[in-house]
């Protein structure tokens, strides 16, 4: 265990500790009863595109931070209250891709490894390199995984080879030789004894990392026809409930490969002992493409995995049902992985953004509905032409418009000149994305009929109760037919072309460029819409 991670683990009842562990603890516990009604619905929380080619690997830290790994040859840090980057990234120290990042259990460390053949330990804190590592070999490593016990590091390399390194002292104690192919996903067991590795041979093996067998204990010759691209120990089925010293343990680990395919291995073994066996339990499919990553839930009860198809999917972690289908990227996903709260999932994309998606189900996001109309009917609405400036500013902070409320305060918008304000007047003082300015005119006229308007962050919900995922944000109106733009953003799909064919290259939201003109139909919120246009 490194310096920092002791001393986190020695002071669990400091102050940051409590707010993780104890605040949470609710959040998370209502969050797993939310999952077991299985109408999950995501909806895209923010969209990083500060890497200049593929992110390769994102990761959440069991605090406050998110990890993005890029081709571009650096890795970033990013602060998850707002999504902002970190003070010391990006962090460069890679001259080619970077392939795999990774956090040490208590999140103070960050690995990243690369086509230069390096493994590189970052103190978060300070965005230092503590160790630069390499295999002999110096080839491609694929792969790094921190033990739960925050004692050893696992690389896989380009030159068939696992290794096993002390983070305390940084040294090489074990290399693992039996794979024929490149080793591109390994995982400790949640109780640091076993490791996972598979090859793009399709084979997966098992080895023992505490009680020095040098042999693997168990090879599963067709793991994945046509390669192993991904494989991870599920953080708490069976013996991962509990510590045990000796007897018999159980666990479960995913595995993800070229034949579309997510399987399901049950894992048992005598601690201390060669015997092993793992059975298959359940093989999920959903993926029209291979399978690139996969990644469980920190309370095991999702697991997600995503595909060259361009989706990420959702399933129970136990029964293997598939939850949710999440579309949205325009190319490749490469990685995934849980916020520790569970309320929020990134995925990696060769269309050079990471995206996190915040995860809720179909029952809750109509609760906090009813609640919003209710909140509505029984507060008072103050006349618009009564507002002042700093008013005007609080109503585009509940709209979700705070960014302009500098162009506000500078141009001296009080309600008044918010009633009389038009598209051009808003363009003239700097709202250049027009679905920005649809939105504060449709909230506008909403106003004007005397209801207040209401914008809550964590439902986007507005306009009365009716989400804000329902409207289009060039029409402001409910979508009929949505679909997903290279933006990320969902439009209704004659808004978005009649934005095209004028010969729009740039996004209604955000100004980027838009590189295509393809339109992936977003089936799932079409779905919700019309279950809540019934319900009127």
Known sequence: MSLSDSLMFNNRNNKHLIFNNTSKQTDRHNHKCLMMSNKLVTSLYHTIGAHSSDVNCVAFSNGDLLATASADKTARLWNTDD?????????CGHQYYVHCCTFSPFGTTLATCSTDGKLILWDVKTGKKSAVLHHESQNSIRVCRFSPNSNYILTGSDDELLCMWEVSSKKLIRTFAGHEASVVGCDFSPDSNFIISGSCNGDLQVWDAKYGHGKCLKYIDEGHDLGVSCCQFSPTYGSAKF???NGTVTFMFASGGQDDLIKLWNFQAVLGSAAVSVNLKLTL???SGPVTCCSYSHDGSLLASGSIDKTVILWDAIHGNSLHVIEGHVRYVTSCSFSYDGLFLVSGS??????IWKITNEDELFKNIERNQSQCDTEEVKPVNKW???EVCKWLEEIGLEQYKPSFEQNAIDGTELEVITDSMLQQIGLEAMGHRNKILRARKILQQGRQVKFVKDTNMM???VPDEFLCPITREVMKDPVIAEDGYTYERSAIAGWMEKGKTTSPMTNGTLNTKQLTP????KMLIQRYLQGQ
């Open 83 to 91: 999504f902002t980057e970190h003070k010391h990234s990006p962090l």
């Open 243 to 245: 510590s045990s010293d």
């Open 285 to 287: 499919k959903g993926h």
């Open 350 to 355: 060769n269309d050079r953004t990471a995206v």
């Open 388 to 390: 002042s400036v700093e």
């Open 463 to 465: 306009d009365v109760g």
């Open 522 to 525: 977003n089936r799932s919120l």
